[in-house]
């Protein structure tokens, strides 16, 4: 097979949603927004719901149709963005949970589904989603006659755990949820190591389940595998890859392996990084191109049949670091050609 092989460790997930569940004792909902952060969010949210998931979050409506029929009837379902128009329809037939976000997500939503269970989101700082304070002192008596089942907001700096916001943002979270009695949510994957305080009655997951920093103890849930379509010995002085960017400097073996920036593996890991055979990095050589990458594979004692840009050694925050950007991006960018396998659970 010509593509490379994505394996999702369904057992390593669960063993982090356990993990960061046992920290405390709130109920752990699961985020599984943009397809469970790329892994595949049917068999990924099935696994967490066998875990003992009761709640999940997705982005928006739309996501709540390919989990609804994963999870079946018995699950939450969530909606961060809330009640958008035109959404009532899916909100109604698939039995979504928006989280309303404005006075008029709260006014649509109370028109078009007047019973239909709803959240409120708030926003305590981050000015991004949710009702700001007077906002919500203006609707809270009408929206809390309607009972909510959530009221939740998001922290900005939770993965800074010395930073002043986190404190503030959950000040502000009591300002404006005390004495509600409404169940209330304040923390993703760095909320909950931020202890207790940010718990409340259930914390919302993400990264964390799928092997990502902040959560340093979590276990290696993707694993991405790259066969080597094609070897070939270089003579000092001879090019790799578009534009002649790297030169051999001695006889050099490079392993041109399937995969490429049309899978997400991005262009800024030219000249960056390595792929790995076993425990054993072999740098990457010119520029990564749409599907194929050039891998310097002069050390290595045997010739792969692939070789593994993601795995114990390696993971989506090691790329992240050497590229700029975060372990988040590097998982949703997961390209759609790999062959899937699930492992465990
Ligand atoms: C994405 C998201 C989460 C999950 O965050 P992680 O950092 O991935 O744990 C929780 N709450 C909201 C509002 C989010 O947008």
């Known amino acids: 097979m010509g593509t490379g092989h ?115 989101q708030l926003d305590t700082g981050m000015n991004r989603l949710g009702m700001e304070f007077s906002d919500w002192a203006a609707v809270a008596d009408i929206a809390l006659a309607q009972k909510p089942v959530l009221l939740m907001s998001h922290l900005a700096c939770a993965d800074e755990p010395d930073h002043p916001m986190n404190a503030h943002q959950l000040e502000e979270f009591r300002r404006m949820t005390d004495g509600t009695g409404v169940p209330r949510s304040l923390a993703a994957t760095g909320g909950i190591l931020l202890g207790p305080d940010y718990h409340f009655d259930m914390t919302r997951p993400g990264i964390g389940l799928y092997g990502g920093q902040p959560f340093n103890e979590a276990r290696t849930v993707v694993q991405l595998d790259l066969p080597v379509i094609q070897t070939r010995s270089l ?16 006889p050099t073996t490079i392993a041109t392996v399937s995969g490429g920036y049309a899978d997400g593996i991005t262009r800024h890991l030219s000249h960056k990084g390595a792929l790995w055979h076993g425990d054993i990095p072999c740098p990457i050589r010119g520029r990564v191109s749409m599907d194929l990458i050039g891998v310097d594979i002069t050390d290595l004692p045997e010739e792969p049949k692939a070789l593994s840009l993601l795995n114990e050694h390696q993971g989506v925050d090691d790329i992240a670091g050497q590229t700029g950007t975060i372990g988040y991006e590097i998982l949703t960018q997961l390209g759609l050609r790999y062959s899937r396998r699930y492992a465990g659970a």
């Open 6 to 120: 994505l394996t999702i460790d369904l057992d390593a997930l669960v063993a982090n949603y356990k993990a960061l569940a046992g920290m405390g004792s709130a109920e752990a909902a699961a985020v599984v927004k943009a397809d469970g952060y790329g892994t595949g969010v049917s068999k990924t949210g099935r696994a967490l719901m066998n875990a003992g998931a009761r709640r999940f979050f997705v982005a928006v409506a739309e996501e709540g149709a390919a989990l609804r029929q994963a999870l079946g009837p018995n699950a939450d379902i969530c909606v961060f963005g809330g009640h958008m128009a035109g959404d009532t329809d899916m909100i109604s037939d698939l039995g979504l949970v928006p989280m309303l976000n404005s006075l008029d997500q709260v006014l649509r939503h109370f028109e078009a589904l007047p019973g239909h269970p709803f959240g409120i």
């Open 235 to 250: 003579e000092p002085g001879e090019t790799v890859g578009y534009g002649n960017t790297w030169t051999a400097e001695r």
